[in-house]
């Protein structure tokens, strides 16, 4: 019986061994390769950072239509494996960053920042994958060349305007205090931007949203429209806007543009019924009339030409010097122990792996409940907002997929949240760490200790601390 037992053993420990043999083979014969006339090529940390992420095969689980091994397609296995792959999908997707590597472009701030949170905390690749891929376990050699192509890529691409030396490779970096823009179409844009005639009954505008006095925000759970009612979801911030990639939760608009002109129609906010309509009440304006026809001399007043003014004015509405974006820029002083602390947290713990660049946001767009089931726990209707960009692409993967929201002056846009559920700061910290990052629940003291930090992100405008900025200008 012994001998039976020891022969099981053994060939099962042969077969296993063979298995593992063929799929280094396998490994190694596919994956991501860089053409004879890559720039990464001639770049020794990007290219040794590229064979890290080659070696490990991060694509099987993070790009469509990979070549996976055979046991991916075994009856049990692949019904087990679907659901991690499905998973990959969700949580980062590969492809831009391979594109990035081919054509020798750096990856955006945010895939940077996604990349080296998993490095940093040792989380990729995952435990049973290294059961078949042993050589896709990553050395502290593989992962410092990572991290140092990272921190070489921020440096050389990213670096923002008088960070200290020390600082310029960090995942945040200061908001710069300025945009270039048209003055002439700002002061156009500022103007309507708090002009209710933009609404079918005269009484909202886009302030009545997005009060500066407010954070850019209203404060409230979800928007009050026209005629009282209200809206699906929370209102984003104006704020620092010009840095997202795309607008509105969903990022159903490309450009600052597109985003002014969907309130204006939308029955529930501020309910206009033709851009015919808002244009006679403008026209009717000599005031406007002039500035129109100076800056857009070829263009009737209309839904372009309005909402490209308003866009131009909303480009102004950045809030830097923050005493976070003081102590990015050298004064250590500037920051408490405890606000530097939690600082480090929001990096160990996550946070910066979506929360990076000048803005701490809007880089992307990511799926709420990453690590837990949010929506399960929040008990309530499923709705059409908590659909998130599965609403305008029909993607499965983008279920619940959301604007990653700015946590620049994060301290005054309360309630948080896409449906304005969580009534405190130290709440949403609390719940972001368990729903969002591998850390789960943590300590009271570390929730503290973040919040403090978030509050030194709240900057001025226009050299006026926000909380003191006016209603109007």
């Known amino acids: ?70 046991y991916f397609h075994l009856p049990v296995a692949s019904t087990l494996m679907q659901r991690d792959l499905e998973q990959g999908l969700r949580h980062f997707r590969m492809e831009p960053v391979i594109a990035a590597f081919q054509k020798g472009d750096s990856p955006t701030e945010e895939q940077l920042s996604r990349i080296e949170e998993v490095i940093t905390q040792n989380r990729m690749p995952p435990s049973l994958y290294l059961l078949i891929h042993w050589h896709a376990h990553l050395n502290e050699d593989q992962r410092k060349a990572v991290l140092t192509w990272i921190d070489a890529e921020r440096r050389a691409h990213y670096a923002g305007n008088g960070v200290a030396a020390k600082f310029a490779g960090e995942p ?48 409230l759970v979800t928007a009050t429209g026209i005629g009282g009612q209200k809206g699906p979801i929370n209102v984003p911030t104006v704020y620092n806007s010009v840095y997202n990639i795309v607008q509105f939760w969903n990022g159903r608009a490309a450009t600052l543009a597109e985003q002014a002109a969907g309130p204006v129609m939308n029955p529930v906010e501020m309910g206009s019924h033709d851009w015919k309509d808002v244009a006679a009440k403008i026209i009717n304006d000599p005031d406007y009339g002039a500035q129109f026809a100076t800056l857009y001399p070829d263009q009737p007043i209309g839904k372009d030409t309005i909402t490209d003014a308003i866009a131009e004015y909303e480009k102004t509405l950045i809030t830097p010097d923050s005493k976070f974006d003081l102590y990015l820029k050298g004064d250590d002083k500037a920051l408490t122990d405890q606000e530097k602390h939690g600082y480090a947290l929001f990096k160990s713990i996550g946070c910066s792996g979506c929360h990076s660049g000048p803005d701490m946001g809007g880089g992307a767009m990511e799926v709420m409940g990453l690590e837990h089931d949010y929506f399960a726990d929040r008990g309530g209707a499923f709705t059409a907002a908590d659909s998130g960009r599965e609403d305008v692409t029909h993607d499965p993967l983008d279920k619940s997929r959301f604007l990653v929201p700015t946590l620049r002056n994060v301290a005054l846009t309360g309630p948080w949240f896409h449906d304005g559920s969580v009534k405190t700061l130290e709440d949403a910290v609390r719940k972001m760490a368990y729903y969002q990052t591998p850390a789960g629940k943590i300590s009271d003291q570390d929730v503290s200790d973040i919040t403090a930090f978030l509050k030194t992100l709240t900057g001025k405008y226009k050299g006026v601390p926000l909380e003191q900025v006016k209603a109007t200008p």
């Not at 061994?17 to 990007?46: C, E, M, N, R, W």
């Not at 500022?190 to 925000?217: I, M, P, Q, W, Y």
């Open 1 to 70: 019986m012994k001998r039976i037992v020891a022969g099981l053993i053994g060939a099962g420990l042969a077969a296993y061994g063979g298995t593992v043999a063929y799929i280094q083979h396998f490994d190694h014969q596919g994956g991501p390769t860089l053409s004879a006339d890559s720039p990464t090529l001639k770049d020794p940390a990007a290219k040794a950072a590229f064979d890290v992420l080659r070696e490990a095969r991060c694509d099987y689980c993070h790009t469509k239509g990979a070549d996976l091994p055979f």
């Open 172 to 219: 945040v970096q200061p908001i710069p205090e300025s945009w270039p823009v048209n003055a002439d179409k700002v002061a156009l844009g500022e103007k309507l931007f708090f002009d209710k005639r933009l609404s079918g009954d005269n009484t909202l505008n886009c302030a009545s949203c997005h009060g500066l006095d407010k954070g850019g925000v209203d404060n």
